[in-house]
């Protein structure tokens, strides 16, 4: 399968979760095991030379580990606030819809490790960079961004710290 016929999988849901809004919809993605494995296989060569993922919860775990289980390195979850039992780092960020608070877990970051951010789409920009922010007061150097999907009305690049930004299908 190509990466075109596999990205063409994400669904347009109108109205949800308000009305005006497009949902895209990666669920058909997910759920065909070769355009999920093209699309991995894509993220692993998007996100270069780097020493561990961090993934942002939840829809990012699932393509973050799958990307570390092809570059055989480690990955960090960033959670969503009151999940983790030893907190490392805190940080508040606004969604295209709300806000919300992602912590990153103690000790999970080596500083002066080389690290990429994975997640499904890029928004509004706030939950990549509040990722990116709580990785860099870890010591981390963010090498590189990789998401499947850009909305690229949002303006989401534009609030992204320096670190190229891979994105697979922009719309
Ligand atoms: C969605 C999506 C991204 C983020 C993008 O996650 O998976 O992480 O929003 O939006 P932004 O660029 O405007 O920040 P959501 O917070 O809905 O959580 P979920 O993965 O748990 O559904
Ligand atoms: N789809 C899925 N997640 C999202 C979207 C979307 O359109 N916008 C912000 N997070």
Same mark, same amino acid.
């Given at each position: 399968m190509t990466l075109d016929e596999a990205l063409g999988l994400i669904a347009e849901l109108p109205d949800f979760p308000e009305p005006g809004v497009v949902f895209r919809d990666l669920t058909p993605l997910f759920g065909d095991p070769k355009a999920f494995a093209t699309v991995i296989d894509a993220l692993a060569e998007a996100v270069g030379d780097v020493e561990q993922l961090a993934a942002v919860e939840a829809r990012g775990f699932v393509l973050a580990a799958a990307v570390a289980y092809a570059k055989g390195v480690g990955v960090t979850l960033v959670r969503k606030a009151g999940k983790l039992p030893s907190v490392g780092g805190s940080v508040d960020y606004d969604l295209e819809y709300g806000t919300a608070t992602l912590e990153l877990p103690a000790d999970a970051i080596r500083p002066g490790a080389r690290v990429a951010v994975v997640d499904d789409i890029l928004a509004t920009g706030g939950t990549v960079a509040a990722t990116q922010s709580l990785l860099a007061e870890a010591g981390a150097e963010v090498r590189s961004v990789a998401v499947v &999907? %850009? &909305? +690229? +009305? &949002? /303006? /989401? =690049? %534009? =609030? &992204?710290?320096?670190a190229p930004l891979h994105v697979l299908k922009t719309v």
């Open positions: &999907l %850009e &909305l +690229a +009305a &949002l /303006g /989401g =690049r %534009e =609030r &992204l710290g320096d």
